[in-house]
């Protein structure tokens, strides 16, 4: 087992949880990066600028992190371009229609033990898994 | 500085923190989230992690929170208030799921992913977004 790549896991869950802490204790929202986008691509008067702000602070803290170690970007476990523009598609709908995604539902939402998180997340890791399983099986990526 | 300035800089520092997070973590890796999917194959539990760490911290602050009447910097605390666990939700995150192991990505790494500028992340994001923009359209109507 790689328990280097275990304690990298843990160490950033903790930065992510502590990110999604630092925005619910300090300004009172909840850290679910599809809820933010939601919020700008059908923006409310005085709800975007704080929207705004925590996704230029992700590509900011992207940037930094791909200075130091860019090999973390490592994008060629990805299938084919327009397979991804179909996962694009699929994720964009999903998360407007399931009201979130990893960090809303699976993050956020666990923390609160809010049931409709724990059923969306046992879903999207159910569906997430069967879909490796069938891709795998037909030879793909 | 004024509440709005300070919420504002709350935001963006949450959203750094947050995708150095991801990084750390290898969730802006596709080859590392489809690893961990792929259940019945060669799994790879170290992504299994960041939830737990992103959790066990989110979690710890929620506590002190829900004894709290608001925020530090903000009025009201903004959470969601749905409670119905209904097909809407289920369907919504079993499509996301579905997307999210076809591409390897989610919504908060993908973000992430455009600060390394890689093909993938970009067509990842530009579907996903004009996606949400589609739904919130179709459910303005």
Known sequence: ?141 | MDAGTKRGLVALASGALFAIGLVVSGMTQPANVIGFLDVTGDWRPALMFVMVGAIAVNAAVYRWVRGRRAPVLAETFSLPTQRDLDARLIAGAAIFGVGWGLGGYCPGPGVTALASGSLEAVVFVGSMVAAMWVVARIEKR
């Open chain 1, 1 to 141: 087992m790689d328990f280097v790549s275990f304690g990298w896991a843990l160490a950033g869950g903790v930065m992510i949880g502590a990110a999604a802490a630092l925005l619910l204790a300090l300004n009172g929202k909840i850290a679910g990066v599809s809820g933010i986008l939601g919020g700008l691509v059908a923006p409310r008067r005085g709800d975007v600028a704080w929207r705004a702000l925590f996704v230029v602070g992700l590509l900011a803290g992207g940037l930094v992190a791909f200075v130091v170690a860019p090999e973390r970007f490592d994008a060629s476990g990805a299938p084919a371009l327009p397979l991804v523009a179909i996962a694009g598609v699929l994720v964009g709908v999903g998360t407007r229609i399931g009201n979130g995604c990893t960090s809303g539902h699976g993050v956020c939402g666990i923390s609160r033990l809010a049931p409709r998180s724990i059923v969306a997340t046992l879903a999207f890791m159910l569906t997430g898994a069967l879909t490796v399983l069938v891709v795998r099986s037909l030879g793909g990526a």
